[in-house]
């Protein structure tokens, strides 16, 4: 009886070894596409911020080149409340123009209520 247990601790502990610690190459990307609508609102929402606060203007942000990505918001950001450090938001990014010295800057956006939380800056 104390044989058998042993083995079945053994095997237990050799399957979470082999199948809990998987390299993060080997698990699965869980991803989703944002549906067209959230992307024109979140794209809306970031051109808005970037002309409000003079970033650049209708003919210079290229909308088409919008990159919406998650983002896990780091204390390191440029954000307006610190209780939004750790929260995922989207990041929207724009293509820059070739003849800008720095970049526009990376706007986040809350993904509950589309609020702009803060921005990186540009590179």
């Known amino acids: 009886m104390k044989r058998k247990m042993i083995n079945t601790i053994v095997f237990f502990c050799l399957s979470i070894m082999l199948f809990g610690c998987a390299s993060d190459?080997?698990?699965?990307?869980?991803?989703?596409?944002?549906?067209?609508?959230?992307?024109?609102?979140?794209?809306?929402?970031?051109?808005?911020?970037?002309?409000?606060?003079?970033?650049?203007?209708?003919?210079?942000?290229?909308?088409?080149?919008?990159?919406i990505t998650d983002y896990l918001v780091d204390a390191s950001d440029e954000i307006s409340d610190p209780k939004d450090i750790g929260q995922v938001v989207y990041k929207v990014t724009f293509k820059n123009n070739s003849y800008a010295v720095t970049g526009l800057p990376?706007?986040?956006?809350?993904?509950?209520?589309?609020?702009?939380?803060?921005f990186v800056v540009g590179k």
Not at 106 to 118: A, K
């Open 25 to 67: 190459e080997e698990r699965i990307d869980v991803s989703f596409e944002l549906s067209n609508d959230i992307k024109i609102n979140v794209t809306q929402v970031a051109i808005d911020y970037l002309i409000k606060n003079n970033c650049g203007t209708s003919e210079t942000i290229q909308v088409g080149t919008a990159s």
């Open 106 to 118: 990376e706007v986040l956006i809350n993904q509950d209520n589309n609020r702009v939380v803060g």
